[in-house]
């Protein structure tokens, strides 16, 4: 008998990773868990789903190879299993954006938001941050900044930003980021700046997007 793959076997072996991405909240969990390695728990209470359902689209990652496990005592913790998973999700959002108009005038819109810092380069962005002119703050999850962070962003987590304003300097532009594009965190934090006097911006980068710019991320 004849076991040599055909090239509908290789283009089926292919399709899988296309099956297991055809999903919008698998997606989502992708996003999430390029920010680093978090327990099952947490990727539910985060993308608003019920632990049945975050399970089995886990699952169907897992299945896909595009997400590895770890068990800590009765805890189970997912990673992606390469970050070339977060470069496929982050190329995959950018065909989208390219040939999706109705992605393309959804994210237009947000950027042309007055708390946009739209015209600030990534490496300008660097430079003033190094030389204390502007505030970068994280506002993502503590333990997502632990994972990696931009080069001196400080950890001001949404959820903490009210009650540290005062660790914020009044005199300086303080500019916030979170997940990327499509995480809304950000936005948030800048409302909540400005409502208290800050003068505040928001980027739309978040960890994935800097690094594959060859950036440096911290850790």
Known sequence: MNTTPTKSDLYEQVARIGKALSSPKRLELIELLAQGEKPVELL????????????????????????ETRRDGKFIHYRLSGPDVAALWMTLREAAEEHLVELRVALEQLAAQPDAL???SRESLL????????VVIDVRPAQEYEAGHLPGARSMPLAELEKRLADLPADKA?????????????????????????????????VTEWAASGLPIEH
């Not at 886990?58 to 299945?63: T, V």
């Open 174 to 206: 303080i500019v916030a980021y979170c997940r990327g594009p499509f995480c809304v965190m950000s936005d948030e934090a800048v409302a909540l700046l400005r409502a208290r006097g800050f003068s505040a911006h928001k980027i739309t980068d978040g």
């Open 127 to 134: 430079a003033k941050a190094r030389s204390g002119d502007i």
């Open 118 to 120: 739209s015209s600030e």
């Open 44 to 67: 539910a209470r985060q993308s608003r789903m019920d632990m049945r359902l975050t399970s089995a689209h886990l699952k169907a990652l897992r299945e896909a190879r595009l997400v």
